[in-house]
């Protein structure tokens, strides 16, 4: 295997859709979120804060009364109704057993570009467009039923290995993240160990859902999931300023991250 390539944010500025004159809301893209939970509303509420925050024209939030509720009342640019979009983001703060199974075939059954993560994961069979998986090493042991630790001591082997096993760009989580697709793995080490905190990762996943929508018409997922790690590991550095952060802190620093990225 080759040796991971570091992506730097000369790579991620490359990934940023910065909007003209002539774009609108539907131009610059729509991005369908089905996250979130009765039990875990508070990651659906983060994974939208997120992707507002990086940029895309709308939202579009499908979920469960509770979730949809604290969605609206954090971020009342987000749609809650169904209707045309570029990109999914499924899965986040969802337990495979409690989800709306028939909600989330629907959209993967479209075609478009989807980002599966947590009680999504296993969905991966049923999605007829490209796809990028999210796990931590957990989870990506549960998917490929492997050892948790054999992960954790070779992650970026298991991120080539389970991106060739599932035939879909794998990003793998950690104080490194690798990303895995067709003939290439990348390494993005943009986080401080702050970060490790619950719904670090479902904001990440709003970040990523984010950057797809903005580039359905040829999304080059790779490309798209480091940039959005290395957004994610910025947003946290300067959230975390060498202290703890919040994920809402992280979310708030991301257009400045951005900024300085396409300047
Ligand atoms: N704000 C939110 O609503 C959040 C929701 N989350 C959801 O929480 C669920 C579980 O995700 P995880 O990433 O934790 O799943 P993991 O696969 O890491 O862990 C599974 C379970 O193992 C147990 N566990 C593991 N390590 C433990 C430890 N050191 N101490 C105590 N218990 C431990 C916990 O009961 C945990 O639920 C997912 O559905 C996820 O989406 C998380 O994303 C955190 C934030
Ligand atoms: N020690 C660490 N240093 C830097 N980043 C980390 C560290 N541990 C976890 N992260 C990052 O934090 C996020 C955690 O995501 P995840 O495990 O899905 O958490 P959650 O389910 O609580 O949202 C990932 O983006 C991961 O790369």
Redesign the pocket.
Known sequence: MTDPTPWTPADAARWIAVPGPDDDKYSRGVLGIVT?SDQ????AV?GVEAALRTGVGMVRYLGPRRATDLVLHRRPEAVASDGRVQAWLLG????PVDRDTTLMERALDQGLPVVLD??ALDLRARARGPVVLTP?Y??LA?VLGADASEIASDPAGWASRASVELDATVLLKGHSTYVAGPGVLLRVSAAPAWLAT??A??ALGGILGALVATHAADPDLPALAATAALVHGLAAERASAGGPLTILDLCASIPAVIAELIS
Not at 40 to 43: D, Q, S
Not at 92 to 95: A, F, L, N, V
């Open positions: 979130g875990y509303p508070g990651a983060l986040s703060g969802m337990d947590g009680g931590h957990r989870e549960r619950a719904g990762g479902d």
